[in-house]
C-alpha cells in the first residue's frame, strides 16, 4: 500500500515518477532520463542489466551498442555514431575505457554514466 500511496503523491505534485523508480531500476536511468534531449544517442556497454529505460519515455532518443575491438577503436565508433551518453555498468571494460576519456556526469555503486564531448 505504500508504494501506491508513494506513487500517488509523486504524480499529484508532478513529478511521473514515484520515490520508488529512483531505486528500480535504479538512480542512474533516472538521472540519464532527466539529462537526455531529443536526438541524443545514448550507448550502452557489453553488461547490461537493462537497457529498456535508457530511452525517454516518446523514444526521442537513440539507443545502441558498440561494439569494439580495444578502447582506441571504441573511442572512435563513439564519435563516428554521434555519441552524446554512455550508460556503463561499473565493472564492464567500457567503463575502464570511459573513466580516462569521457566526463562523468553520475557513478554509485553500480553504474556510470559518461557525456561524449
Do not use: C, H
Not at 541524443?40 to 561494439?67: E, G, K, N, Q
Not at 555514431?81 to 561499473?90: G, H, L
Amino acid at each position: 500500500f505504500g508504494t501506491v500511496k508513494d506513487q500517488l503523491f509523486s504524480l499529484f505534485s508532478g513529478s511521473e515518477r514515484g520515490v520508488v523508480y529512483n531505486n528500480l531500476p535504479g538512480k542512474a536511468f533516472v538521472v540519464l532520463e532527466n539529462t537526455v534531449r531529443p536526438g541524443d544517442t545514448v550507448v550502452y556497454d557489453s553488461s547490461p542489466y537493462f537497457i529498456y529505460p535508457l530511452w525517454t519515455a516518446d523514444f526521442s532518443d537513440r539507443v545502441i551498442y558498440v561494439s569494439a575491438a580495444d578502447k582506441e577503436d571504441w573511442l572512435l565508433k563513439l564519435k563516428a555514431d554521434s555519441a552524446d551518453y554512455v550508460f556503463t555498468v561499473i565493472y564492464s571494460k567500457e567503463n575502464k575505457w570511459a573513466e580516462y576519456k569521457l566526463n562523468s556526469i553520475y557513478k554509485d555503486v553500480m553504474y556510470e554514466v559518461f557525456k561524449v564531448d
